[in-house]
């Protein structure tokens, strides 16, 4: 740092110091080092002529990567994490730099994806770090990506692929590097463990936590990962002196630096810890003074609904265990891991094909092929991705068209049960009406009877009618009613010139509903006055320019007479008609009953009406 000939190289070696911090695990020097060259790369980026030589970059890259690893080692937050990696990436694509840089960018990104369960892409990127790593023919390069795709393929659940990469590097063990030697035997053992095989699980969290025993004051983080993972083995094993001992040390450390992540898997352990000693009471309170913070990982909180599951089961809490399983399913079905697995496989077989292209074609200009490949890649991907949106919108037209057809069937039924409801409260309505006629000693016509009958069945088995024939319906009814009410009753229609009755459709029987209540409820109880009428009025307007009115006026007892206090069978069937009718069409059919504003003082009258659109659709 002393002999950098300028401000960027000097904050760039300061850079290296940071790391050392990183690796020390010295928290606090390490913040303090990243302020220091935060506030130098914020005030070049401030400047009028803002620094864009490649040392800049590079050091901008750094303190992003090392911003990235803070986020994720310390805090907790992969999310975050690839905010800043990917920046830097943007930063390293831009300058000519190490390529051992841009391979550490690409793996910590693919190792970030990872840890947020967006498994594909963390797939992608390590192949991606896989080919720059072959092309610096180094094997330790080539180590660190392999390791890390081994670990996406056993979180992938992809356990025959894992084994097959695990195997792989079990081969250069012994060139491997100390630190990569402990990621093997850590995420090794995981791999056993995801797959619940416990005892294979435990010799390689043994020999993890052995290999950085001796030098735990350097690699405290790794060593307390590794204690960690021998107390959630040895938990699961019930080998329940081992866990406690293991847990105990590795909740220290996790307390002390404050890593949430760490606390929450000890926690899980514990929970499975107390299950298998049979502390059932002790586990379930353990997960309720524990809850699920919003930005745990999705692995971690699998397996702690894994967990909870089982105690709530051996509690016998059913719903509870229920909840568990349903949350947990929620998670794992949110990772497509067949679409996954085509990805991550087709990549390795773009690979390995690009590896022979390579080898047999070593005297092609490489940029040329790589163009070439890269648009033949484009080019496939494209096709593959029209393809499955094709599958896909296929299926969901077809689902689509089922619920359809269900929804259509449903629809049909309940209003055919409406419907049905009408018959019998008319022919009750009809019979009534005579016997009383019978009953007050006035003359009953069976014939006319007969006919009403008739047709206020047929009416009411169809849903739709035509104006027209609902308006000769009502006088047929109109006019057996008024030869009982004697000869103060008034009936008259008034039907606007604009209104084509053949050609307004409706649902049936609506009108003549109201028209029976109105005569029923309001005018039948109406005392006779000398000199007065008892009136009725169908009156039909055209309402704006897309939609007809009908009323039914009377000046009869109104609606806050005792008879009318009730809601009647008949506008029972009209509300839940239209109601599903309406729920069939953008424009609405209104309707309604209310008490006439336009009678004069003293005297009562109801008005019922019925909004019809022209456009209305009654179709089920």
């Not at 009869?556 to 029972?572: E, F, I, Q, W, Y």
Request: proline fraction near 2%; glycine fraction near 4%.
């Amino acid at each position: 740092m002393a002999a950098a000939k300028d401000s960027d190289t000097y904050y760039l070696w300061l850079t290296l110091r940071n790391k050392m911090f990183y690796i020390s695990m010295q928290t606090d020097s390490m913040n303090v080092t990243m302020n220091r060259i935060q506030r130098y790369i914020d005030k070049c980026n401030n400047r009028k002529d803002k620094n864009t030589g490649d040392t800049f970059r590079q050091l901008y890259a750094e303190w992003l990567l090392a911003k990235g690893v803070c986020q994720s080692a310390f805090m907790g937050r992969p999310d975050s994490a690839l905010i800043y990696n990917s920046k830097a990436i943007e930063q390293l694509q831009k300058s000519r730099t190490r390529p051992e840089l841009m391979l550490i960018a690409l793996t910590n990104q693919a190792d970030f994806y990872r840890q947020t369960g967006r498994l594909d892409y963390s797939a992608n990127t390590y192949m991606q770090a896989l080919a720059l790593a072959d092309s610096m023919n180094n094997i330790n390069a080539t180590i660190a990506v392999e390791l890390g795709i081994a670990i996406v393929y056993s979180h992938m659940a992809d356990y025959e692929n894992s084994k097959r990469w695990w195997e792989r590097l079990e081969l250069h063990l012994p060139q491997m590097q100390k630190a990569d030697r402990f990621i093997f035997y850590n995420d090794r053992g995981n791999d056993f463990y995801l797959q619940q095989r416990y005892s294979e699980a435990l010799p390689y969290f043994e020999k993890a936590a052995a290999l950085i025993e001796e030098d735990t004051a350097s690699n405290m983080w790794n060593y307390h990962t590794a204690l960690a993972n021998l107390g959630m083995i040895n938990a699961c094993l019930g080998r329940n002196k081992q866990a406690e001992q293991a847990l105990d040390a590795a909740e220290r450390f996790f307390k002390e630096v404050g890593f949430d992540i760490g606390l929450y898997y000890i926690t899980t352990s514990r929970i499975t810890l107390d299950l298998h000693s049979g502390h059932i009471d002790k586990a379930l309170q353990r997960i309720g003074k524990a809850p699920t913070p919003e930005y745990m990982l999705p692995t971690a909180v699998v397996q702690r609904l894994n967990t909870e599951e089982l105690v709530y089961r051996a509690a016998k809490m059913m719903p509870q265990a229920y909840e568990a399983h349903r949350r947990k399913d929620a998670i794992n079905d949110s990772i497509n891991t067949a679409q996954m697995n085509m990805r991550m496989n087709a990549n390795l077989l773009q690979y390995k094909h690009d590896r022979q292209l390579a080898e047999l074609q070593h005297i092609i200009d490489r940029q040329h092929i790589m163009e070439l490949l890269g648009w033949g890649l484009f080019l496939i991907s494209t096709l593959i991705i029209i393809v499955l949106a094709t599958l896909v919108y296929l299926r969901r037209r077809q689902q689509q068209l089922r619920d359809l057809k269900v929804r259509q069937e449903i629809v049909k039924l309940r209003m055919e049960n409406i419907r049905n409801r009408i018959s019998p409260h008319f022919v009750f309505n009809a019979l009534n009406h005579e016997m009383l006629a019978q009953m007050n000693g006035k003359s009953v016509n069976l014939n006319a009877l007969t006919q009403l009958l008739r047709r206020g069945l047929a009416q009411a088995e169809v849903l739709v009618t035509t104006l027209s024939e609902e308006m000769k319906f009502i006088n047929y009814y109109v006019s057996i009613e008024g030869q009982q009410m004697g000869a103060d009753f008034h009936y008259e229609t008034d039907i606007d010139k604009e209104v084509d009755t053949e050609r307004v459709s409706l649902p049936a029987m609506v009108v003549q509903i109201f028209v029976e209540n109105a005569i029923k409820h309001g005018l039948r109880p109406k005392q006779p006055v000398e000199g007065k009428h008892r009136n009725l009025t169908v009156r039909i307007r055209r309402n704006g320019n897309d939609a007809t009115e009908i009323e039914v006026l009377d000046n009869g007892l109104g609606l806050g007479a005792p008879s009318t206090g009730r809601v009647h069978t008949g506008m029972k069937v009209v509300r839940q008609t239209i109601q599903i009718l309406n729920d069939q069409n953008t424009s609405k059919i209104t309707f309604g009953v209310a008490n006439r504003r336009d009678m004069p003082d003293g005297q009562t009258g109801c008005r019922s009406w019925i909004t019809i659109p022209d456009n209305f659709d009654f179709t089920i």
